[in-house]
């Protein structure tokens, strides 16, 4: 009853300190569970140990749900998995803020200011008795930060179990005797996106047993629900929910991995910024025997800070030419300079390239130690790295398979060349889908396929001297070995032998044994008097398959050369000759696309007689066929013209032949004579056919455009008003050329845009004409106000009416500002900045009553004076 009783006691306990921890609290970052040996415990066959979790929250964490000040141990027995004992109560001993100041290193540009851990120690003591497979301590907590990359979102509904193994009497004698390694602390590190890093996960081991260390995924516990659990879940505990293409083993990806007898993460950070989780397990061994495996997992800020590091691959192979390139596997920071030596003598390159890339020309080949420094800041950062060159150009790997029947094994040759050293390692992989185990190191293997097919066949060869390369090719499995005849069927002479020339990979035999020599090779020789079928057999290992040809025999050779044809002067025509002549030649040799061919194509230029030479082996025939050649018809439409816009034009042509056609002809006054008149409203081009009967089927041909000048628009400019004196800018449109009259007060009379000085009222005609002629005219009327330069307005209107406007009429005046309009309670009805509009007494589209308006207007006179009038106007109805 006393014991039942004391279990009351602490389960209120964990429930009093827990009331508040029951939220949902995301910030925990990482944790480990260490442990010493205390000695033996209190009482016979038990051991004494001090447990301690060094848990890592988020600094920014504030709240008593996030910051718990006890916490609970659970305790299983590894012999029978059930929980020993009571929950432990483990105390806040003390807590710590750690973070990476941004200034410490001036070598890294955009240093992070958020890397920060607050670690909180949780301790107390565990007793427990000496058992067979010892026991694990766990505690659970919900839940983690929230947007971590590398686990599957969302990350803050992930929990974490932190645990520490206490190894029994199975394991190794007296291995119960033991004391925890214990990760080193130095967690707060510049990690910096797409650039090299390390981070150590080392580990301090007092008892003189050896470490090896991995990485692990790390656990997740607690949940959303339960968030503080106050007895842990059973071992074994469920691996974090990892994002693709991350994973326990890889948290930050393929480019980064630890080292297992240091425990230094190196590697390539990924590009996305943000919190990473990494779990590391020292495995510890005693005298080889493994005793215990110890866990932390932590949350890495990956940032965009760019750090200077010399950072290049432990050796490089050049097998293609001795001219080869290099650069720094990382981005540093802005202004960093390379400096680079090539271990041949040669003088050393520095080179500001972002990449630090360069390019280097061996003299031979070899092996080079490289050199590279990066410097910063005037030399106050400096980073260094050093590898390795192979420079054996001449590397070419290949490879031929030897069959393609899936019956057998398909041998495959190795023909990698090599100036330089020897191919020495081979790795096949055959392409057979059926199969992963479809591979080989061997120089020159064998497969045997279960399916045809083509087959992605790939071998990567390196050398003696470390150069690496593939070679790939498609290799095609058949059921039957393939025959290639030279042909299916043929002609030959009577008098002739015929040597068939097959190829294909086995043993030909070929049927039947009439007027053949060797007969069972690939290249039998054939002489029949007739007509015959020859059957081809190809054995390949077993692989059988059949084919035949036809060897047809004759005495003659027919042939006609064709009919004797006309063509049109330098013009060509394709001579096609009928008849069963395997070879033709023709003669003459000239203007002839091919004199040996069936059907080439001439090009006389005279009159010509082609001959033509059918053969059959030792047979031939020859015939021949005149190609005459006649002159094209003449054809001279005349020359271009340009004519005004609804004018027309006389065309004047000539040929020399027996008829014509013009096109197109709905703009000729009559298309059926030489000397139409033309009348295009746009700019035409009329064709001239000439035709003769004289043999050329084909028309000469000539061509003459009709240019139509666009519509003139003659345009003077507004009628306008001026004061006494004042300079009137003239500005017409409309032609190429101008003329204005009369030419009075004017500064030049045959511009655009001519100046005037008018002392009374004036009419000006303008002419805009081309220089073929065509013209317009218009006038322009200027009003001369004997006053200063003012702005008029009327003072009533009637809208609707003769005056329906009312508008500014401003004289002299070369800037208009505005003319507005306001009613009598002061509100702007109308404005505008253009004098040649006027308000139509209407607001919002409605017509105001009868009233008087108040306007302003205001403008610079053309001396640069401004005036500004003001005054009323009566809206009459």
């Not at 390390?198 to 990485?215: H, K, P, R, W």
Request: glycine content about 8%; aromatic content about 12%; hydrophobic content about 35%.
């Amino acid at each position: 009853m006393k014991k039942r009783m004391v279990k009351k006691a602490v389960i209120f306990l964990f429930s009093t300190l827990f009331c508040v921890g029951l939220l949902k609290a995301e910030h925990i970052k990482g944790g480990e569970m260490y442990y010493t040996y205390n000695g033996p415990g209190p009482t016979a066959n038990t051991n004494s140990y001090t447990v301690t979790l060094k848990l890592y929250i988020d600094c920014k964490a504030t709240s008593p749900g996030q910051l718990d000040t006890a916490i609970p141990f659970t305790v299983f027995n590894k012999d029978n998995g059930q929980q020993y004992g009571d929950t432990a109560l483990a105390r806040l001993a003390k807590e710590q803020f750690i973070n990476f100041d941004p200034a410490s290193n001036p070598c890294i540009s955009n240093a992070p200011t958020d890397v920060c851990y607050r670690i909180r120690w949780f301790t107390t003591i565990v007793v427990v008795p000496i058992n067979n497979n010892g026991y694990t301590i766990a505690y659970q907590r919900c839940c983690r930060v929230a947007n971590i990359v590398n686990l599957v979102s969302p990350s803050g509904n992930a929990g974490s179990t932190y645990t520490a193994e206490l190894p029994g009497s199975v394991v190794y004698p007296e291995a119960y005797k033991n004391n925890s390694p214990q990760f080193v602390t130095n967690d707060v590190a510049a990690i910096c996106a797409n650039s090299a890093f390390t981070f150590s996960f080392a580990a301090v081991e007092i008892d003189g047993d050896s470490l090896s260390y991995s990485l692990c995924g790390g656990y997740t516990g607690g949940s959303t629900q339960s968030p503080a659990p106050i007895i842990a879940s059973q071992p074994p505990y469920t691996q974090l929910n990892y994002q693709f293409p991350f994973s326990g083993t890889s948290p930050l990806g393929a480019s980064s991995t630890i080292n297992p007898v240091t425990g230094l993460i190196t590697g390539i950070a990924p590009g996305v910024t943000g919190q990473y989780v990494i779990t590391a397990c020292a495995y510890e061994y005693r005298k080889g025997v493994l005793i215990n495996v110890h866990r932390k997992d932590i949350h890495v800020a990956v940032s965009n800070c760019i750090p200077l590091k010399a950072y290049l691959d432990p050796n490089y192979v050049f097998c293609d030419d001795l001219k080869v390139s290099f650069k720094n596997n990382q981005i540093n920071p802005a202004g960093s300079s390379y400096i680079w030596t090539y271990g041949d003598g040669s003088k050393a390159d520095t080179t500001l390239d972002p990449t630090g890339a360069v390019t280097h020309q061996y003299a031979d080949s070899g092996t080079y130690t490289v050199k590279l420094k990066v410097i910063l800041a005037g030399g106050q950062c400096v980073d260094s790295a050093t590898t390795s060159a192979k420079v054996y150009p001449g590397f070419y790997p290949g490879f031929i398979p030897q069959g393609t029947c899936i019956l057998f094994p398909i041998p495959f040759q190795d023909t990698t060349k090599s100036r330089y050293g020897a191919a020495s390692k081979w790795s096949w992989n055959f392409g057979d889908e059926t199969t992963t185990a479809d591979t080989s190191h061997q120089q020159n293997p064998s497969w045997k396929y279960s399916t045809t097919g083509f087959k992605t066949v790939q071998l990567i060869v390196e050398s003696t001297k470390g150069c690496i390369d593939t070679a790939t090719a498609q290799v095609e499995v058949r059921d039957k070995p393939p025959i290639n005849l030279p042909f299916k069927d043929t002609l030959i002479c009577s008098i002739d032998t015929l040597k068939i020339n097959a190829s294909g990979n086995g043993i030909f035999s070929w049927s039947p044994n009439y007027n053949i020599i060797n007969a069972n090779s690939a290249t039998p020789s054939v002489f029949p008097k007739l007509p015959t079928w020859y059957y081809v057999s190809l054995n390949e290992n077993g692989c059988v398959n059949n084919d035949s040809l036809r060897v047809r025999v004759v005495d003659t050779v027919t042939l006609f050369a064709g009919n004797d044809t006309t063509i049109c002067a330098a013009d060509s025509i394709r001579l096609n000759p009928s008849g069963d002549g395997l070879q033709f030649v023709w003669t003459p040799a000239t203007a002839i696309s091919n004199a040996n061919v069936k059907n080439p194509i001439v090009f006389p230029s005279t009159t010509t007689v082609y001959k033509v030479t059918a053969i059959i082996g030792k047979c031939r025939k020859d015939d021949d066929l005149t190609v005459k050649t006649v002159p094209y018809p003449t054809s001279i439409a005349g020359p271009d013209s340009t004519i005004c816009f609804d004018d027309t034009a006389q065309l004047n042509a000539s040929i020399v032949g027996s008829r014509f056609v013009w096109s197109p002809t709905s703009t000729l006054s009559n298309p059926s004579i030489l000397n139409p008149l033309a009348f295009p409203t746009t700019t035409t081009t009329y064709t001239l056919y000439a035709y003769d009967t004289l043999g050329c089927p084909k028309p000469g041909i000539s061509q003459i455009t009709v240019n139509v000048r666009n519509k003139i628009i003659a345009f003077a400019g507004n009628d306008t008003s001026v004061v006494i004196s004042q300079p009137l800018q003239l500005n017409g449109s409309g032609g190429i050329l101008y003329q204005w009259a009369p030419s009075t007060n004017l500064n030049n009379a045959a511009i655009k845009n001519p100046i005037a000085i008018l002392s009374d009222n004036f009419t000006y005609i303008m002419r805009a004409y081309t220089p073929e002629g065509c013209e317009a005219y218009d006038t322009i009327n200027i009003k001369v106000f004997k006053t200063l330069p003012d702005i008029f307005v009327p003072n009533a209107f009637v809208p609707g009416g003769k005056n329906r406007l009312l508008r500014p009429i401003p004289v002299g005046i070369a800037q208009f500002d505005f003319f507005r309009v306001y009613n009598r309670w002061g509100q702007l009805v109308f404005q505008t900045s253009n004098p040649a509009y006027g308000w139509d007494g209407t607001i919002g589209g409605k017509t105001q009553d009868t009233g008087t308006f108040v306007w302003m207007a205001q403008g610079v006179d053309y001396t640069g004076r401004k005036v500004f009038r003001k005054g009323t106007a009566t809206l009459i109805h």
